[in-house]
């Protein structure tokens, strides 16, 4: 999906790279194997890239190392986009019709982020309908393994959602303060 708006399969690539390890520089050589392209192709990606303000180039003795910049006015939109086009995010829109009747599917953006959980009860993945639970589990394990580290998840129906929402439940209120980013359903539903 984010092929159809970025016409470089490079570029793409190299995106998904970044976004998906936030705040990570890669060798040169490091994106090539990562991404699995032409080292003259990466190269050219680079350096548009570097030109449009998406990267910063830093030299450590002979070695050029590069990394996604924050401060990159649609840091936070790419972002998104890759979270809801790659690994997880990508799994559950592509698998929606074999995860049952999702009303509301959301990743939080500190999970996105690579942040660090608030506490123990943060979640990463919210999931509220009618899921068929095995199909779920298998996507969040492999998504584990992909990253090396757990996913905190909660399934929830539409009328539990309803109730602990209506009731103020810290849990939920806690799931819905934190920035997300809505894989499935409309943000301003769920928040009413």
Do not use: C
């Not at 490079?10 to 976004?19: D, E, H, I």
């Not at 994106?31 to 192709?41: F, H, L, T």
């Amino acid at each position: 999906m984010l092929e159809d708006l970025i016409i470089s399969r490079v570029r793409v690539k190299m995106l998904t790279l970044f976004l998906s390890h936030p705040g990570t520089i890669f060798h040169v050589r490091e994106i090539v194997r990562q991404v699995g392209e032409e080292i003259n192709a990466v190269r050219r990606e680079l350096s548009h890239m570097e030109k449009a303000g998406m990267v910063t180039k830093e030299q450590r003795a002979n070695r050029l190392f590069y990394a996604m910049r924050r401060d990159y006015p649609l840091y936070f939109e790419l972002l998104e986009l890759v979270g809801k086009t790659s690994g997880l995010g990508w799994d559950i829109m592509k698998q929606k019709a074999k995860l049952g009747k999702i009303k509301f599917a959301f990743i939080s953006g500190r999970f996105l982020r690579g942040l660090p959980k608030r506490s123990s009860t943060d979640v990463d993945l919210l999931v509220v309908g009618t899921v068929v639970l095995p199909e779920l589990s298998q996507l969040v394990k492999s998504e584990e393994v992909r990253r090396g580290k757990e996913i905190n998840y909660t399934v929830m129906t539409e009328e539990e959602f309803t109730f602990r929402k209506s009731r103020r439940d810290p849990f939920v209120l806690s799931a819905l303060v934190g920035s997300r980013v809505m894989l499935v359903g409309d943000e301003e539903e769920l928040v009413d």
